[in-house]
């Protein structure tokens, strides 16, 4: 079953704007992680919060996590061309892991150049 | 270090058929896991292997299977194949941590079932 759900499905920005995708998820989690997938590849890993966190950066990245909402928010500032691709959140449970990774459906972003 | 690889990379079969994936994880990685990923059902994870046990199985039939190797390469095998088979095939290894399990995923395999 899905746990994560992204919001929105899709998004059409143009190139150096910023791109903000969503993810809710229902039960308690250890960690959420986002990854990005180009053109039906594999996953590429890009930053994990873990739930007694709220906020992250990496790079251009910005992750933020409310776990009394259960929600997560990805910032993508100052965009470029290579970032369009999928964007997924996955949660793990209390196993760390071990139970795998929920997916949510995840967004699919295109940079207008 | 080198990453998650994965063989073969595309692959056909008819349905009725059997398949073999294998993937080979990251030197040092002990944790192999395989995601199943249509566009309907989106990623689902099928089974999770550590030190050549099975420690979790997703909700898929008995017709997936896997195993581990004593060097941590996984392989997983889907039996007499339906045309809902057709999928992504992704492995991901992590270095298991207690509380933190980073997937590191491969290429992916894409089956085609005719």
């Known amino acids: 079953s899905q746990q994560g759900e992204e919001d929105p499905q899709a998004l059409s920005i143009q190139e150096g704007e910023n791109a903000t995708m969503n993810c809710s998820y229902k039960t308690s989690i250890n960690n959420l992680q986002w990854y990005r997938q180009n053109s039906g590849r594999g996953l590429v890993h890009l930053i994990l919060?873990?739930?007694?966190?709220r906020e992250k950066h990496s790079g251009r990245l910005r992750v933020t996590l409310d776990t009394s909402k259960k929600g997560s928010s990805l910032l993508i500032t100052a965009s470029r061309a290579a970032d369009t691709a999928s964007y997924f959140c996955a949660t793990d449970g209390s196993g760390g892991g071990a139970d795998g990774l929920t997916f949510g459906k995840g967004t699919h972003l295109i940079i207008q150049p | 270090k080198a990453g998650v690889t994965q063989t073969p990379r595309y692959l056909i079969k008819t349905r009725g058929q059997q398949v073999t994936l294998s993937c080979s994880p990251i030197?040092?990685?002990?944790?192999v896991s395989w995601y199943q990923q249509t566009p309907g059902q989106g990623l689902q994870f099928l089974f999770e292997?550590?030190?050549?046990?099975?420690?979790n199985k997703g909700n898929f039939p008995g017709r997936f299977s896997g195993r581990q190797f004593s060097n941590s390469r996984s392989e997983m095998n889907v039996s007499t194949l339906e045309l809902g088979d057709s999928a992504l095939y992704l492995c991901a290894s992590s270095l298991w941590i207690v509380g933190v399990s980073t997937q590191y995923f491969g290429p992916g395999t894409r089956l085609t079932v005719l």
């Open positions: 919060i873990r739930s007694n966190e």
């Open positions: 292997y550590f030190s050549e046990t099975q420690r």
């Open positions: 030197s040092g990685h002990r944790s």
